[in-house]
């Protein structure tokens, strides 16, 4: 199974902050990464697919990157709606596909 | 407006079984194929089966191979989960997820807002 690192797993940062979070996969995926947001009680919510392809309706201020086995996800300036958790998935080996272990983003 | 609404969580005994079921509207349900995804308490998402959009095919993860099926009626758009043979690690908010295809790879686009499952004596 392919394994998927993400980092940091918490971080506190203030609105309007740049934020990065890093993927990195046990082996090479080439560029078949999506990113995730979740909120408690909400559903999960895609915001990149094939590493940088913003989904419709998602905000500019997220962006994706990366290939082979290291990814990020950017936010260039944090909002309040943006405290969430975010999550890795990589479809690689779809449609056995795993997540990474999940980075919540909380208030400074 | 698409809508997926899970249902039929609840707390069961361990070994013993539980159906979920997946109610979709607003997509077209026969032309995608649909996940199950979960989230214990406290831990990130874990694909759990997938279906193929003519049901043709399923595929499951190794922690619920042998005692989870899937199944889909398009007719009735609606998707389920047999869960037999239940542990306390099945334990999880189980959520029906629809995947979608572009730029040559799948991702998951819509989502339900899950169902909870506890497994406990």
């Known amino acids: 199974d392919i394994q998927l690192t993400q980092s940091p797993s918490f971080l506190s940062a203030s609105v309007g902050d740049r934020v990065t979070i890093t993927c990195r996969a046990s082996q090479v995926i080439s560029s078949y990464l999506a990113w995730y947001q979740h909120k408690p009680g909400k559903a999960p919510k895609v915001l990149i697919y094939a590493t940088s392809t913003l989904q419709s309706g998602v905000p500019s201020r997220f962006s994706g990157s990366g290939t082979g086995t290291e990814f990020t996800l950017t936010i260039s300036s944090l909002q309040p709606e943006d405290f969430a958790t975010y999550y890795c998935?990589?479809?690689?080996?779809?449609?056995?596909?795993?997540f990474g272990g999940g980075t919540k983003v909380e208030i400074k | 407006q698409v809508n997926l609404m899970e249902s039929g969580g609840g707390v069961v005994q361990p070994g013993r079984s539980l159906r979920l079921s997946c109610a979709a509207s607003?997509?077209?349900?026969?032309?995608?194929?649909m996940h199950w995804v979960r989230q214990a308490p406290g831990k990130g998402l874990e694909w759990v089966a997938v279906?193929?959009?003519?049901?043709?095919?399923?595929y499951y993860s190794d922690s619920v191979k042998g005692r989870f099926t899937i199944s889909r009626d398009n007719s009735k758009t609606t998707l389920y989960l047999q869960m037999d043979s239940l542990r306390a690690e099945d334990t999880a908010v189980y959520y029906c997820?629809?995947?979608?295809?572009?730029?040559?790879?799948?991702?998951?686009?819509?989502w339900g807002l899950g169902t909870l499952v506890t497994v406990s004596s």
């Open positions: 607003g997509i077209t349900f026969s032309s995608h194929a």
């Open positions: 997820v629809r995947a979608a295809y572009d730029k040559y790879q799948f991702f998951f686009d819509y």
């Open positions: 279906i193929w959009n003519d049901g043709s095919n399923r």
């Open positions: 998935q990589q479809v690689n080996s779809y449609p056995r596909v795993t």
